[in-house]
Nanobody
Framework: QVQLVESGGALVQAGGSLRLSCAAS????????IGWFRQAPGKEREFVAA????????YYADSVKGRFTISRDNAKNTVYLQMNSLKLEDTAVYYC?????????????????WGQGTQVTVSS
């Protein structure tokens, strides 16, 4: 069992930066692939980034590549999403999720555990 709690969401101006954190409980956290997803009002949940348990492989949606960086600290049971050069279209609720299979990391329904989400609002 893994429990996830996101934090770090805020209101920020376009061009600014935020760092989201996903704190996990559970002794086997280090064995899970962790993904970040986001959902804007009226839209489907979409993949943002993912990192495998070893931290050696990372994946990004094209829309955030070069602006967002995912990292993890297994000793702290925490995954981070550093978001730079934020755009209006990055506004959404951001969720982290955990998946033990490590397959199809961009697909939401593959993930077994989800956090409650944190709101990111980018203003002009």
């Amino acid at each position: 069992q893994v429990q996830l709690v996101e934090s770090g969401g805020a209101l920020v101006q376009a061009g600014g930066s935020l760092r989201l954190s996903c704190a996990a409980s559970g002794r086997t956290f280090s064995r899970y692939t962790i993904g970040w997803f986001r959902q804007a009002p009226g839209k489907e949940r979409e993949f943002v980034a993912a990192i495998r348990w070893s931290g050696g492989s990372t994946y990004y949606a094209d829309s955030v590549k070069g602006r967002f960086t995912i990292s993890r600290d297994n000793a702290k049971n925490t995954v981070y999403l550093q978001m730079n050069s934020l755009k209006l279209e990055d506004t959404a609720v951001y969720y982290c999720a955990a998946d033990k299979s490590g397959l199809r990391v961009t697909v939401p329904h593959v993930y077994e555990y989800w956090g409650q989400g944190t709101q990111v609002t980018v203003s002009s």
